[in-house]
């Protein structure tokens, strides 16, 4: 089919001059997969329209925040409102309890939460708490996780780190990560020795409980569970970051899904209904050493801003009123995932397609796929190949091997058909 690109095209350029690589996230670029990177003037329930005026299903959603799809209406109402009275005031405002309230109401082991504006700012202050509260230095986090762009986390991490190939980050001194231990995900051995080696001096585990940055990755059964058991019985904390898995898997997350309960939280995306807030929360006994009630140190100017409040609420308040929701997304996703299962079988091309709830990804190896060495063996040439023919006819997927597709409420079954169609397409164009 082939798109008019012309005008995302000029944007691009212009962009590149004064912005690095033209984008404000790495993840945005095009260089893993090749092609026009869309310039998104306006997006509707679950499509986005470019500046060509091309029309594409969206599977990125914001990278997880547009469970709702775009430009919601009670969203969209609930920002207008606010910015009604004001933007920003560097005061409390009573949206910061509302929003608090509601995401406490999720999580049982949540008594306090401190609201920051990126998922970075959370997981950063998270792993600061544990180290305030247990007195020790060291971390673990996994191979293939990514928890944001703190210096200490930039080691093996996901996401754009793994798409571009950057092994560590340039910029990092090594003492900044000479306390982070990264271990193989799904290996409770690897986590078992690490804690004999280093017994009574982690003051952490941080772990996406379903990984969205290396592709959609689950955990192993039982594999949560042992984190759990090993931290507790060492008295370090487990940190769940839910930035991804908040209130998609599940109103209650992936802990909520997987009957755990972890000592800290970290969340963003979804809680801020498409606007920039992230979170980290916890039992008083912890959340009480965070200033000014406590001699952790964290802060914010635009901390609980009165917008991002509102658009949180509002998509919260509407996840909680239908949540039948997830059921819904459930069955979407898995007719998507399903469906282009069947076409690749029947053009002869090998996938592994690992999915929970609404998060999957399409990986271009035989698998399984459980951890980052194995997510590492997919053919990501193959896998550009396949993202190239999608977009051209309309179909927008995480521009990279290793990022978790999202759905919304509002992909319909049209727009899974479209999308096999399109997958037909692409496997059909394969080199076998
Ligand atoms: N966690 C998001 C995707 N893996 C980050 C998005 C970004 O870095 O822009």
Redesign the pocket.
């Known amino acids: 089919m082939g798109r008019v690109v012309e005008q995302s095209r000029k944007l691009q350029k212009r962009a590149e001059q004064m912005i690095p690589g033209g984008v404000n ?4 670029a095009f260089r893993a997969v090749g092609g026009d990177p869309p310039f998104i003037v306006r997006g509707q329930g679950s499509h986005i329209w470019d500046a060509d005026g091309n029309d594409y299903v969206d599977y990125i959603g914001s ?2 925040p547009m469970i709702l799809g775009h430009a919601a209406p009670t969203v969209v109402e609930a920002v207008i409102s606010a910015a009604r009275n004001g933007t920003s005031f560097g005061a409390s405002t009573p949206a910061e309890a509302d929003l608090a309230e509601i995401v406490i109401s999720a999580f049982p082991q949540m008594q306090k939460i401190r609201f920051v504006s990126s ?1 970075t700012e959370a997981t950063m202050s998270a792993i600061r708490l544990a180290r305030a509260y247990t007195k020790r230095k060291y971390i673990v986090k996994f191979e293939g996780c ?1 928890h944001g762009h703190a210096d200490a986390l930039l080691v093996k991490a ?3 780190v793994a798409t571009l190939g950057i092994p560590g980050s340039a910029g990092v001194p090594e003492e900044f990560t000479q306390f982070t231990l990264a271990l193989p995900f799904n290996d409770t051995d690897a986590l078992e020795k690490a804690f004999k080696k280093f017994r009574h001096q982690i003051a952490c585990v941080i772990v996406e409980p379903v990984v ?2 290396m592709g959609c990755v689950p955990p192993a059964r039982g594999y949560l569970e042992a984190l759990r058991a090993i931290t507790e019985h060492d008295k370090a904390l487990l940190i769940f970051d839910e ?2 898995t908040g209130f998609r898997l599940a109103f209650g997350g992936a802990q909520e899904l997987y009957a755990i309960r972890p000592d800290l939280t970290t969340l963003g995306k979804i809680i801020g209904g498409g606007l920039p807030v992230g979170a980290y929360g916890g039992p008083n006994e912890i959340m009480d050493l965070v200033a000014p009630l406590g001699p952790m140190y964290q802060a914010g100017t635009l901390s609980g801003n009165p917008l991002a409040m509102a658009a949180g609420h509002a998509t919260l308040r509407y996840l909680k009123e239908h949540k039948d929701i997830y059921n819904k997304l459930d069955k979407i996703a898995a007719e998507v995932v399903s469906g282009v299962a069947a076409v690749a079988k029947e053009a002869g091309v090998t996938l592994c397609c690992n999915r929970v709830g609404s998060m999957f990804t399409w990986f271009f190896t035989p698998g399984p796929v459980t951890g980052w060495d194995s997510a590492s063996k997919s053919d990501t040439e193959a896998f550009g190949r396949f993202f190239r023919v999608m977009l051209d006819n309309g179909i927008y997927l995480p521009p990279s091997q290793y ?1 978790a597709a999202f759905l919304g409420a509002t992909h319909t079954e049209q727009d899974v058909q479209q999308t096999i169609a399109a997958a037909k397409q692409a496997f059909a164009l394969a080199p076998v």
Do not use: D, I
């Open positions: 996230s790495p993840v945005r990278w997880g998922g990514y996901g996401s754009g969205g940055n930035v991804m990022e």
